[in-house]
């Protein structure tokens, strides 16, 4: 059965991160089945793996020239194959493709995170053909690598065994006619998999089944929630609020502001919540230099950075939490804020220095068909490339933030510097006497903005409103506020009444941890 994957671009690895890939040159039960047991146990939520048989390994890489398989070989994995796999626990069968790839007999089994692990099958699997031995463990996948499960391992195995993703779980309030035929044929052909030729005569139940997005007895399947959110035309009938909404606030009291929602399959709300940000809010300019001939091309926002972001936002919201992905554009720069916030495994120094490194994935599955359609980078490359694209553009770089619940992830990327004099202007002017828009104050960075407010408490503690007039604002603006916050979770700054936050007397002040790191 064809997978509804681009078998090509797999084995390349340009859509399926190298560690969720395995290279095997020829039919070996033992490091198969493991593999295959690994992959099924799903330990960091990755979703699953490949095995490509036929492709001989080099240092993670397919090596070339390929050396393919023989007749008899796939005759051998035909046989062999579903005869092994009765031997994992419980039982798992994977899918499988025979292909080609560059003039070579391949094939690919392709092994999801199974939804009744942990899985354990036999540690040895005699060369002889005899019945492999009773003695069975549980395998998972380190990196790159299959390996038997320690005891810790295992524990975790079993503590994670019933939390299975809530994109991976069935919906048993929709019926599969909630699927839509015409928007999984248009995926398949969009991504290049050899399904789509079949899945023109093929039912939706059967494709559905095909492309594991359904689950359930014969006569009672139902779709995955992944499949909504994919193939429907309105996932938010059955996850409220499962949109994009941009706000373009080029005032602080509203005064034009532009708002638009984006509903839909998942894909299509954030190509089209894109292609409004490129067309509505991208702005270039080209910055002439004396020293030099050459010119500069510069944006306002770097737009590849704002793909990630966004894109970043739609894989990793939690679809259980009735709150869309909001996106506000003001004088000062954007926010993107999805809920819930990230994974306790990133510390408070992760998001100050930018490394957003989860331990387990929240939407497996989401991932995978994001990667498939390009709309997402690799296992934790986003972040870096954010980075990268700020620094090319000459941008300043984001601010990550969050509470101290974890309830939502804001990724702040300010405005490019040459666009803070232009038509934009900046957030607040100064309180000097007289029109204060007549005279803009210039625009600071959140860097600045956090260096003139640790400054400013040193030396007293004040209120907000204070501390606001004394930076030169006619009152606290969004940028003063996300500094607060952030600097208030790390515990450099402190309320003077913590237990009443909002008494009148309130006053901000330097931590004595922040007075002593001084």
């Known amino acids: 059965m064809p997978l509804p994957i681009n078998i090509k671009e797999l084995i390349e690895q340009r859509i399926v991160e190298s560690a969720r890939i395995e290279y095997k040159s020829s039919w070996n039960p033992e490091p198969i089945i493991?593999?295959?047991?690994?992959?099924?146990n799903d330990i960091d939520n990755w979703g699953g793996g490949y095995i490509v048989l036929g492709v001989e390994d080099d240092n993670g890489a397919p090596k070339l020239p390929l050396k393919g398989l023989s007749k008899r070989e796939i005759d051998e994995i035909n046989k062999g194959l579903l005869q092994k796999c009765n031997t994992i626990e419980p039982r798992y069968i994977p899918v499988v493709e025979q292909t080609q790839y560059n003039g070579k007999e391949v094939m690919v089994i392709w092994a999801p995170g199974g939804n009744d692990r942990p899985y354990r099958c036999p540690i040895d699997f005699p060369a002889d053909g005899k019945k492999a031995k009773s003695e069975k463990a549980h395998y998972i996948r380190k990196t790159s690598n299959t390996i038997r499960a320690n005891e810790n391992d295992t524990r975790e195995l079993f503590s994670i065994a019933s939390d299975i993703p809530f994109d991976d779980r069935v919906n048993w309030n929709a019926g599969m006619e909630k699927l839509r035929h015409p928007l999984i044929s248009n995926f398949l052909y969009e991504v290049?998999?050899?399904?789509?030729?079949?899945?023109?005569?093929?039912?939706?139940?059967?494709?559905?089944?095909?492309?594991?997005?359904?689950?359930?007895?014969?006569?009672?399947?139902?779709?995955?929630?992944?499949?909504?959110m994919f193939f429907n035309e309105r996932p938010d009938?059955?996850?409220?609020?499962?949109?994009?909404?941009?706000?373009?606030?080029?005032?602080?009291?509203?005064?034009?502001?532009?708002?638009?929602?984006?509903?839909?399959?998942?894909?299509?709300?954030?190509?089209?919540?894109?292609?409004?940000?490129?067309?509505?809010?991208?702005?270039?300019?080209?910055?002439?230099?004396?020293?030099?001939?050459?010119?500069d091309r510069i944006s306002n926002y770097p737009f590849a950075a704002v793909e990630e972001i966004l894109a970043n936002a739609v894989y990793h919201k939690s679809y259980q939490v009735a709150e869309p992905i909001t996106i506000v554009f003001t004088p000062d720069g954007m926010e993107v804020t999805s809920c819930p916030g990230p994974d306790r495994s990133i510390s408070d120094d992760d998001l100050r220095r930018c490394r957003l490194v989860a331990k387990r994935t929240r939407n497996r599955r989401i991932g995978d068909f994001l990667k498939e359609l390009r709309l997402v980078e690799g296992r934790n490359t986003g972040v870096p490339r954010i980075l990268r694209e700020a620094e090319r553009n000459g941008s300043d770089p984001p601010v990550f933030e969050t509470d101290a619940e974890r309830s939502y992830l804001t990724v702040y990327l300010p405005v490019h510097r040459?666009?803070?004099?232009?038509?934009?202007g900046s957030r607040e002017g100064p309180t000097a006497a007289g029109d204060a828009r007549k005279t803009p104050k210039p625009y600071r960075s959140r860097r600045e903005i956090r260096e003139d407010v640790l400054s400013a408490l040193g030396e007293e503690s004040m209120s907000r409103n204070m501390l606001a007039r004394k930076l030169?604002?006619?009152?606290?603006?969004?940028?003063?506020?996300?500094?607060?916050?952030?600097?208030?979770?790390e515990g450099t700054?402190?309320?003077?009444?913590?237990?009443?936050?909002?008494?009148?007397?309130?006053?901000?002040?330097?931590t004595q941890r922040a007075k002593d790191a001084a």
Do not use: W
């Not at 409220?240 to 941009?246: H, K, Q, T």
């Not at 604002?473 to 979770?489: F, H, Q």
């Not at 700054?493 to 330097?510: A, Y």
């Open 237 to 295: 009938d059955f996850f409220r609020y499962a949109r994009i909404e941009v706000v373009d606030k080029p005032d602080p009291t509203g005064d034009g502001m532009v708002e638009k929602v984006f509903t839909g399959p998942l894909d299509r709300q954030l190509k089209d919540a894109l292609a409004f940000i490129s067309n509505y809010v991208m702005k270039e300019k080209i910055l002439k230099h004396s020293d030099r001939a050459e010119s």
């Open 192 to 228: 290049g998999s050899g399904l789509y030729e079949r899945s023109q005569d093929m039912s939706i139940t059967a494709l559905a089944e095909s492309m594991r997005i359904s689950a359930g007895t014969q006569e009672s399947t139902r779709p995955l929630n992944v499949g909504l």
């Open 418 to 424: 040459a666009f803070r004099e232009d038509g934009r």
């Open 34 to 40: 493991h593999t295959i047991c690994a992959f099924a």
């Open 472 to 489: 030169g604002y006619a009152k606290i603006t969004d940028g003063l506020r996300g500094v607060l916050s952030e600097l208030m979770a």
């Open 493 to 510: 700054i402190e309320h003077t009444i913590p237990d009443n936050p909002t008494d009148k007397s309130q006053r901000l002040r330097l």
